[in-house]
């Protein structure tokens, strides 16, 4: 058996760690994709694969790819047969294939960072999704991250126009639609198995049923260009539109509710607003871009504060993405143009850099925190076209 390894799926022109060499165990591949296991690592390897201050050794890494990706991105990836045709129901060959992707919204509690004597849950990089190409398991542009169950995600791919899901062991699988996705630039998880994603082509956002059906769709003529989607306790849709400038709450059917903020009061004001997030306190969460801050409102829609704004300092941001929370409501954010995430708490106060450019991080887009202590990020020098999963468990850090 050939044996390949290649460190984070950057094209080799773009590969600026070549020099790194490793010691490789035999290849363990699954389907279409190869799991690879390091045992030693280099002083460098060490800085890039832990993050942040973290000086813990990087005891596991799994690179989940397609191998013929490793080589050229133009012939790699089993490609599917037909990238429209519609089939959300779940695959019948393993139980690990299956796309129930809600079924685990009811009781979900999210991960608690713990702060006892000034530490920090060590978090270290464990597996690499994807790589750059059209393919099956291949991203153009990985604009949003969902995570589910125990290991799984759920990726949208704006240029690609279409979404997939990855098992724990990183086997992708397509959610085709019986109409072409254009565009597709965030996705939520509703319950009873139902998804709902905005479109900034046909500047809707739809509902789908896990049969694949377009259930309905709602805000035809309303938004100029929808972008980040949310959903509260009580099934309300939260959208933002970054060219009207407006984050928008719609009832579970699609009916206009309410905009947040106040136009005329400036810190409250919304300049290109990216992404929103619930959080488990029913706090909405919305990434500012534009204003280079983050802006908090209740589940009224009240607003209750700012925090951040235009620098490189710690607690500034350039052009804020993605966003998520842990179970206490500490706020996770995608610094864009600075290359890292960063950590707040749920009054804002600035605690610590994430993962940043040291860690070989960049252009970080989507978050998301599973309830069992991994950390979702899609970045990429130019697009996103790889999800960095990182683990915050002390006591075993590889993906179960």
């Not at 280099?42 to 013929?68: E, H």
């Not at 398991?137 to 949208?156: E, I, R, Y």
């Not at 941001?317 to 206490?328: L, M």
């Not at 950390?375 to 999800?387: D, I, N, P, Q």
Request: aromatic share 8%; with cysteine; glycine share 8%.
């Amino acid at each position: 058996m050939e044996r390949r390894v290649r460190f984070s799926g950057t094209t080799e022109k773009e590969c600026d760690m070549s020099e790194l060499e490793y010691k490789r165990k035999p290849v363990s591949k699954c389907a279409s994709t190869e799991i690879i296991m390091n045992d030693v690592v280099s002083s460098t390897q060490m800085k890039i694969g832990i993050i942040g201050r973290m000086k813990r050794r990087l005891s596991s890494l799994s690179i989940v790819q397609f191998p013929s990706s490793i080589e050229s991105n133009s012939d790699s990836c089993s490609a599917s047969p037909d990238e429209n045709e519609l089939d959300l129901s779940s695959d019948s060959s393993s139980e690990d294939e299956e796309c129930h992707v809600t079924d685990d919204i009811k009781g979900h509690v999210n991960a608690i960072f713990k702060f006892d004597d000034d530490t920090y849950p060590p978090a270290n990089l464990v597996k690499i999704i994807g790589c750059e190409g059209k393919q099956k398991g291949c991203f153009k542009d990985a604009t949003d991250v969902q995570c589910f169950g125990k290991g799984k995600c759920l990726v949208t791919d704006m240029i690609n126009g279409r979404i997939s899901t990855f098992n724990r062991n990183g086997r992708p699988k397509i959610i085709r639609c019986s109409w072409a996705l254009k565009e597709p630039w965030a996705t939520t998880l509703v319950p009873e198995n139902k998804l709902a994603v905005t479109s900034r082509k046909d500047k809707v956002v739809s509902i789908i049923s896990m049969h694949g059906d377009i259930l309905f769709s709602f805000g035809n003529k309303f938004f100029q260009c929808p972008c980040g989607i949310a959903v509260d306790k009580d099934g309300r849709f939260i959208v933002t539109d970054i060219l009207s400038n407006d984050v928008s709450v719609f009832s579970p059917d699609g009916k206009w509710l309410f905009n947040l903020g106040d136009p005329q009061s400036p810190v409250q004001q919304f300049k290109c607003p990216r992404y929103v997030h619930v959080t488990d306190h029913h706090d909405i969460v919305v990434c500012d871009s534009g204003n280079h801050s983050i802006k908090v409102f209740d589940q009224n829609g009240i607003f209750k504060f700012a925090f951040g704004h235009y620098g490189r300092e710690e607690g500034a941001f350039k052009a804020p993405y993605g966003v998520a929370s842990d179970g206490e409501g500490n706020i996770i954010v995608a610094d864009h143009y600075n290359d890292r995430v960063a950590l707040f708490s749920k009054e804002g106060h600035f605690l610590r850099n994430i993962v940043t450019m040291e860690d070989g991080l960049y252009h970080p887009q989507g978050v998301a925190l599973s309830n069992d202590m991994h950390l979702f990020v899609t970045h990429g020098k130019s697009k996103a076209t790889e999800v960095l999963v990182y683990s915050f468990n002390v006591v075993n850090n590889e993906m179960l």
